[in-house]
């Protein structure tokens, strides 16, 4: 089994920034990938950024590309999520997950590929 568990999130205005951390613990060697969701209130859980642990390739959703970084340590089996100029419309409950082998770079956006989940960490950006 792994553990993951978030920390990071937290109050910022709008055009601010926060850095988010995903600390893996437990199987951490069946992990190939990690990445981040955010769910706000009423709407459905929508993928932000996925990282390979082993060739670090990235992957992003367009809204966020060029002001959010995902980046790794593997040394601590922790994925940092560098969020910049945020926007009121990117509050949000942000979980930290990861996915077995087997994927590929097949079907990152897809939730339903990830194997765990961490218990989310509220980002909160104020107009």
């Known amino acids: 089994q792994v553990q993951l568990v978030e920390s990071g999130g937290g109050l910022v205005q709008a055009g601010g920034s926060l850095r988010l951390s995903c600390a893996a613990s437990g199987s951490t060697f069946n992990i190939a990938a990690m990445g981040w969701f955010r769910q706000a209130p009423g709407k459905e859980r929508e993928f932000v950024a996925t990282?390979?642990?082993?060739?670090?390739?990235?992957y992003y959703v367009d809204s966020v590309k060029g002001r959010f970084t995902i980046a790794r340590d593997n040394a601590k089996n922790t994925v940092y999520l560098q969020m910049n100029s945020l926007k009121p419309e990117e509050t949000a409950v942000y979980y930290c997950?990861?996915?077995?082998?087997?994927?590929?770079?097949?079907?990152?956006?897809?939730?339903?590929?990830?194997?765990?989940w961490g218990q989310g960490t509220q980002v909160t950006v104020s107009s």
């Open positions: 990282i390979t642990l082993s060739g670090g390739s990235t």
């Open positions: 997950a990861a996915r077995r082998p087997g994927y590929g770079g097949r079907y990152i956006y897809q939730p339903n590929t990830y194997d765990y």
